[in-house]
């Protein structure tokens, strides 16, 4: 095994889903590998996926540049949530930062595929 194939860290990546698939292609395209979950949460309760991606730390730099360009955050409006019953006419609107990425890397010191 070269040293690029040694698989020292594992990068965790939430992501919003509308920016999920195009992500998910430039990892591809890329030659990175990851594991897909479906999750959700944060402020807004919004869609989300998780993606698990091993690989070497001289890789991780790179995969970070893509991750900021295709998961940049930009500002929403959406209806606020509260009681129906207050609400009369046009729903009250918040302005909200919706998209990006939350990224951990982990270091890993055994990985094991069988």
Do not use: W
């Amino acid at each position: 095994m070269t040293p690029q194939n040694i698989i020292n860290k594992l990068v965790i990546v939430i992501v919003a889903s509308i920016q999920s698939s195009q992500l998910m292609h430039q990892l591809t395209q890329n030659g990175y590998y990851f594991t897909l979950i479906d999750s959700s949460g944060g402020f807004l309760q919004e869609s989300t996926v998780c993606l698990l991606i091993g690989l070497n730390q001289d890789r991780l730099i790179t995969l970070l540049d893509i991750i900021r360009k295709y998961c940049a955050t930009h500002r929403q409006y959406i209806p606020a949530r509260g009681d129906i019953s207050q609400m009369q006419g046009q729903p009250l609107m918040i302005e909200a930062q919706v998209g990006g990425a939350t990224v951990y890397a982990l270091d890993v010191d055994l990985f094991y595929q069988c």
